[in-house]
C-alpha cells in the first residue's frame, strides 16, 4: 500500500440512537476519506459523538444510514465474520482506560489480540517483542499491570494494539487519565508510529494535543466538519 492511497470511506454515514419516544442524533451525514499515512485528530465537546465516530470507524457499531468503505469495499457487505477478521488484522484500538487484564503479565496483555487472528503466526513472540520496545517497555515484560505507571499502563495498551501491525491505529481519548507531562510523551509516541509509515486517528478534547496533527475534524452535534473548511 502507497502513502495516500484511500483506506476507509464514510459517506454520509449517520448514527441514530432510540431514547424511549425519542431518538438522539449522534452522528449525522458524516462523509471523509482516510488515507494511508494520515495523522487525524478528532476534537469536540462532550457528547458532540466522537466515540460514536470511533466505534464506526473500527466496525465495532454499524451506522443507522449511509456507508462505511474499507480499502474500497462496502463493510456492510461483510459477514459478521469477515468483518471480526478484518478487524483483528486491520483495526488497533487504544481506550482512555487501559483496558489491560491486571493478572496477565504486560507480555500476556500485549500478545492478546494475537489469539483473535485465524492462525496465531509462527512469529508472535517476535512481534510481541517488536511492540514492546516499539513504545519502550521491553523492560517491564514481565511486570503486571498494577506495578506499572498510568503512561507505561497505556503505552502497554498501544503495544496491544500494535502487535497485529494494523493499518489504522484508532485511539478514543488515550490521554485523557493521564497528567500533561505522560499525555505530551504518549502524544510524542503516536507521532513517531505516524513518521513511521502508520495512519492514525486520535480523539482528544486538547486542541493544543490536536495542533500537533497534521489534520484536523471538528465534530458538533454529531456533525463532523474538516477543521478551516467552510461549514
Ligand atoms: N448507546 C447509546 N444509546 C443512546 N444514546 C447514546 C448511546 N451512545 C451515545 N449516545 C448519545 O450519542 C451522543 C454522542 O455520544 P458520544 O459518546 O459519541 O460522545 P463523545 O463526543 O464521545 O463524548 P465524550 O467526549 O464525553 O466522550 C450523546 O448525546 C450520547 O448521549
Ligand atoms: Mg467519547
Redesign the pocket.
Known amino acids: 500500500m502507497a502513502l495516500g492511497d484511500e483506506v476507509l470511506r464514510m459517506e454520509r454515514v449517520g448514527?441514530r440512537?432510540?431514547?424511549g419516544d425519542t431518538v438522539?442524533d449522534?452522528?449525522v451525514d458524516a462523509s471523509f476519506v482516510l488515507s494511508e499515512g494520515e495523522a487525524v485528530a478528532i476534537l469536540?465537546?462532550?457528547?458532540?459523538?466522537?466515540?460514536?465516530?470511533?466505534?464506526l470507524l473500527g466496525f465495532l457499531d454499524s451506522p443507522s444510514s449511509g456507508e462505511i468503505l474499507f480499502e474500497g469495499r462496502p463493510v456492510a457487505a461483510l459477514t459478521e465474520r469477515q468483518r471480526a477478521r478484518v478487524r483483528a488484522e486491520k483495526i488497533g484500538f487504544v481506550f482512555q482506560a487501559f483496558n489491560l487484564l491486571p493478572r496477565l503479565t504486560v507480555r500476556a496483555n500485549v500478545a492478546l489480540p494475537l489469539a483473535y487472528l485465524g492462525h496465531p503466526p509462527p512469529d508472535a513472540e517476535a512481534r510481541v517483542d517488536r511492540a514492546l520496545a516499539l513504545v519502550g517497555m521491553s523492560n517491564r515484560a514481565h511486570h503486571k499491570p498494577g506495578e506499572l505507571s498510568g503512561g507505561q499502563r497505556q503505552r502497554v495498551a498501544i503495544a496491544r494494539a500494535l502487535v497485529n501491525e494494523p493499518r489504522i491505529l484508532l485511539a478514543?481519548?488515550p490521554t485523557g487519565n493521564l497528567d500533561t507531562k505522560t499525555a505530551a510523551a504518549i502524544l510524542e509516541l503516536f507521532q513517531e508510529l505516524n513518521r513511521q509509515g502508520r495512519t492514525i486517528v486520535v480523539?482528544t478534547?486538547s486542541p493544543e494535543i490536536a495542533g500537533h496533527f497534521r489534520r484536523q475534524l471538528h465534530?458538533l452535534d454529531?456533525r463532523v466538519a474538516e477543521k478551516g473548511a467552510a461549514s
Open positions: 448514527k440512537y432510540p431514547m438522539v449522534a452522528l469536540g465537546p462532550s457528547g458532540s459523538g466522537k466515540s460514536t465516530l470511533m466505534h478514543d481519548e480523539v478534547h465534530v454529531g
